[in-house]
């Protein structure tokens, strides 16, 4: 008698390489990764480890997860930055066109101006955002054409250094006022020998651009007519000029200045303060506006007045004022 046996299903062993399924064949199967320690422990039948074991093995495990949730974060906040970056790569401003830059930042620059030789005014702040900005900036010479010099310009680290900077980007269009005294100020930490030589050296910088100047007032002492007596080029861009002489002793009031006769395009002449030779400094023929003295000088006895009203043929207002005006007696009745 043959007794019949079912095939019964063979278990899996769960830490053997050898699988078999329901028909008693086996397949190959990745064993369960185990850590070296507990592989001894699995293989046999001797006693289990003890509580510390599995709290060491545990403690490994706490330790690679906190590794790996720390890796998450950082790569979490990684995208956040590269997101952040995305977005502001994409901003509208960057699309904006230098030309619109340009005119907002020309309406900045006439609220409060303070002229560019201010390192605090306006071109220089803005050129210190990004160099996007300054390029834009450093581009434009309407920013850079008003330029206003004075003792507390001394302050500055080298200060010619940085005047000569701001007119090299100033255009043809120059508003320049140089005051070598002003009232008041902030006094600069220097001596007023050093203030002297200071600004005479400002001035000295002032005068090498001088066929940039479109309108100059210039407060200057009497020693700096020899600045400008050492001008030989033509100032074709002047159109108005303001000159305030000082009343430093020099021999004869200094020398005859000639420099403004090459000014096709002056027509107006502001001058002041002590009285020096002017008589063949302007070309008055074509001059429309004066105002200044009339006096007469020594010892040439130039008189200013006579000179402007037999010269100026277009004169259109003039207002003199000191010594040397004719006197103009009424016809009698």
Not at 104 to 125: D, L
Not at 284 to 309: C, K, R
Request: proline residues 7%.
């Amino acid at each position: 008698m043959h007794l019949s046996t079912a095939r019964l299903p063979i278990q899996a062993n769960l830490h053997s390489r050898r699988v078999f399924d329901s028909s008693g064949l086996y397949m190959e199967q990745e064993p369960t990764r185990l850590s070296g320690s507990l592989t001894p422990f699995l293989s046999n039948n001797n006693a289990p480890p003890n509580e510390s074991f599995s709290d060491e093995l545990r403690k490994e495990r706490d330790a690679q997860i906190a590794h790996i949730d720390m890796e998450i974060l950082r790569l979490q906040k990684q995208r956040e930055e590269m997101t952040l970056a995305y977005q502001q790569a994409l901003s509208p401003v960057r699309r904006v066109p230098p030309e619109v830059w340009g005119r907002i930042f020309a309406q900045c620059s006439q609220a409060g101006y303070r002229g560019s030789y201010n390192h605090k005014s306006e071109p220089w702040v803005i050129s210190h955002v990004c160099s996007t900005w300054r390029t834009i900036v450093t581009s434009m010479s309407a920013l850079w054409s008003y330029v206003y010099c004075s003792p507390a310009s001394l302050d500055t680290v080298n200060p010619t250094g940085l005047l000569d900077l701001v007119l090299s980007r100033a255009g043809d269009k120059l508003n320049v006022v140089f005051r070598y005294k002003s009232f008041p100020t902030r006094p600069p930490r220097c001596t007023p020998e050093e203030i002297e030589e200071g600004m005479t050296g400002l001035f000295r910088v002032v005068v090498r651009y001088c066929r940039l100047w479109r309108d100059a007032s210039l407060h200057i002492a009497s020693n700096h007519l020899d600045i400008l007596h050492t001008i030989e080029e033509d100032i074709h861009n002047l159109r108005r000029i303001s000159l305030f002489v000082g009343t430093y002793p020099i021999d004869s009031m200094g020398p005859t200045v000639r420099c403004f006769r090459v000014a096709p395009k002056l027509t107006s002449v502001h001058l002041s303060g002590s009285l020096w030779n002017a008589a063949e400094a302007f070309p008055w023929a074509q001059i429309t506006n004066y105002d200044g003295f009339a006096g007469v000088h020594a010892p040439s006895n130039t008189n200013l007045f006579e000179v402007i009203i037999r010269t100026a043929k277009d004169l259109r207002t003039a207002r003199f004022s000191g010594k040397g005006i004719p006197r103009v007696v009424p016809p009698s009745r």
